[in-house]
Structures are given as C-alpha cells and as structure tokens.
C-alpha cells in the first residue's frame, strides 16, 4: 500500500508561482512511477506531469515551459514547481503513484487526497 499526501496549495495572483509537494510512503515498488493531475471545475481529470525513477519526466503541452516537476528519491518527495499560474490553471491538484513495467508505467492505482490551486 502507498500513502500520498499533498501540500503547497493556495491562492495566487496571474503570473504568481506555487510549489506543490507530495510526500510518499509505503511500497517502494508501487511509487516508481509519480505524477501530477489536476482536475479543473467542471473539467475532466487530466495529466500535468509525472516522473520516473526520478530522472525521466512528462509534461503536458499546456504546462510546458512553466511547470517542472522534481523527486527527491531520498526524501521520498516529489515536487511540482508552477510559474506564470494562469486562471485556467486553478483546479484540484493531485499526486498519484503507479508500478514501473520495464521502461513504462502501469495505470496510477494511489492517490493524495488533493490540493485546491486558485489563481485570480
């Protein structure tokens, strides 16, 4: 079992910066994979970012040049910086975990309980 538990959420002006964090626990095996996503008010669930064995990395077209996502695999945290916050950035960000299979990863099967980003 993985725990995930979020933090660094809040409420910003446009062009304002936010650095979530994501604090994991629990299977080792099960966290190989990490990533970030959101879900927007009245919006789908949709990837951000996500890492792998805490090097490889994946970002989202609309977040691309302003999100970086980090792993400090010591710490068992994973970050995920966010300049130039826009409005249509403001939704429920989650930190969710899945198994590696090789060099791909499985179906996210652990998830935080979320942090609300508001941007005005």
């Known amino acids: 079992h993985v725990q995930l538990v979020e933090s660094g959420g809040g409420s910003v002006q446009a062009g304002g910066s936010l650095r979530l964090a994501c604090a994991a626990s629990g299977n080792s095996k099960s966290r190989k994979c990490m990533g970030w996503l959101r879900q927007r008010p009245g919006k789908e669930r949709e990837a951000v970012a996500g890492i792998f064995g805490g090097e490889t990395t994946y970002y989202a077209d609309f977040v691309k040049g302003r999100f970086t996502v980090s792993q400090d695999v010591a710490r068992n945290t994973m970050h995920l910086r966010m300049n130039n916050l826009q409005p249509d950035d403001t939704a429920t960000y989650y930190c969710?975990?899945?198994?590696?299979?090789?060099?791909?990863?499985?179906?996210?099967?652990?998830w935080g309980q979320g942090t609300q980003v508001t941007v005005s």
């Open positions: 969710a975990a899945a198994e590696a299979h090789g060099s791909s990863c499985g179906d996210f099967g652990f």
